[in-house]
């Protein structure tokens, strides 16, 4: 029907349409999801942190994001997000005195693609 020169060039114009929406959807894939927190998603630790850290995919906006620390039923112990230039994917909160216990860190930032990413996560603090 096509002949083989038809089919090769439509084989090209559909590659080259693949490969300039891939271009075009690259950053729609950069939103700031979370990639590593420390402390973890599940972790048990020892002794309570002094600082919670979060490190997304993408950069942040610490102006326009929040991180909490909260207790199961609710309760805020902590908010706030703290940035650096030097580090723009990453945000901490200092965490107040944790007695042994599960705690909840939720998150809501806006990255630097203008999506906003929200989510959280739970550490148990063992104890000594």
């Known amino acids: ?55 997304f995919g993408a950069g942040v906006e610490p102006a326009y994001s929040k991180l909490t620390i909260e207790t199961p039923d609710g309760k805020v112990l902590a908010q706030g997000a703290v940035g650096k230039a030097d580090s723009p994917r990453d945000l901490s909160l200092d965490a107040p005195e944790l007695a042994p216990g599960r705690y909840i860190v939720r998150y809501r930032v806006l990255s630097t693609d203008g999506h906003i990413v929200e989510g959280n996560y739970e550490f148990t603090v063992d104890g000594k």
């Not at 090769?8 to 979370?34: D, N, R």
């Open 1 to 55: 029907m096509f002949g083989n020169c038809g089919r090769s060039s439509w084989a090209k114009a559909t590659a080259m349409g693949i490969a300039g929406w891939l271009v075009l959807a690259g950053p729609a894939w950069a939103h700031s999801f979370l990639v590593d927190a420390t402390p973890s998603s599940k972790d048990h630790v020892a002794t309570a942190p002094k600082t919670v850290k979060l490190r």
